[in-house]
């Protein structure tokens, strides 16, 4: 069911975050397991991210990538294990910022692209408080950074797919987040528009926020992404492309649900739901 557009808050919508650790990774993870009941989702992960980078997370239908998305935002908990944002529980934390898949929004939802933007400064403001000159400043400049400016009055739901993800990623700007998560944001894109969001995630990147991306697409991750983080329920690879898209790693994570077509690798999975 598409969920109606809705603030980014984190954790019971509170309205403050902790001082990151200044000798302490982005992301740590360490001998990290979620499970569902019976159901493991990420067996004894364990890795290292560092603030900057720009990681393609890539694998199978139900490898994991959602589940690790809500452990980096701090929406679920390790079952055992133990993971960090800056030093401390993902969790306390305001500056990571969720862009979700496409299909799962509600575009119906009667607000502009700038109530849409604004809704990223929701955490700093507090619920039930105005915004003021300062906020309205704030999405005004995350706006002119994704070129959308033009865009700032019209109904959300009248945009293309590659508008609407430029404004999800000015909402996560206008949140000031430093660590930007997007789940497979190119899907249903045209060249055109997936070459547009690109433009504007490495402005993002070079702006020092770190963007880690879920794709179900091999070829762009090696091409686009400095680094990838491949998985399986369990953490199979992560360093640069050509150190991870090995043929070994790629039987490990796919088994026999990879193939080459015309140079161009091929998994026969669909998109996580």
């Known amino acids: 069911m598409a969920e109606a557009i809705k603030p980014i ?73 133990r993971a960090t944002l800056h030093g401390s529980d993902p969790a306390e934390h305001l500056c990571v910022a969720y862009v979700p898949q496409r299909q799962t929004v509600d575009w119906n939802f009667p607000v502009t692209v700038e109530d849409v933007v604004m809704m990223g400064r929701t955490a700093k403001i507090g619920l039930f408080r105005w915004a003021k000159q300062h906020d309205r400043n704030i999405v005004q400049q995350s706006l002119e950074r994704v070129s959308a400016t033009h865009l700032a009055k019209k109904q959300i739901g009248e945009l293309s797919g590659g508008q609407q993800q430029r404004v999800f990623i000015a909402r996560a700007l206008a949140q000031e987040a430093e660590l930007l998560l997007l789940d497979e944001p190119l899907a249903g894109l045209d060249i055109p528009s997936q070459d547009q969001v690109f433009e504007v995630l490495e402005g993002v990147t070079a702006s020092g926020i770190t963007t880690i991306v879920a794709t179900h697409d091999l070829n762009m991750a090696a091409t686009r992404f ?48």
């Open 9 to 81: 808050l984190n954790n019971n919508e509170k309205t403050y975050g902790v001082q990151h650790l200044p000798d302490a990774p982005l992301f740590d993870a360490a001998g990290v397991t979620v499970s569902y009941g019976s159901h493991v989702a990420l067996s004894n992960l364990s890795f290292t991210l560092k603030t900057g980078e720009q990681v393609a997370v890539v694998g199978p239908n139900g490898a994991g990538k959602s589940t690790l998305f809500k452990l980096m935002v701090g929406e679920l908990s390790p079952t055992s294990g």
């Open 226 to 273: 400095d680094k990838i983080l491949l998985l399986n329920g369990e953490l199979v690879a992560l360093g640069r492309p050509n150190e991870v898209l090995t043929a070994d790693n790629l039987v490990t994570a796919y088994g026999g649900h990879l193939h080459a077509q015309d140079g161009v690798l091929i998994a026969d999975t669909c998109c996580d739901h």
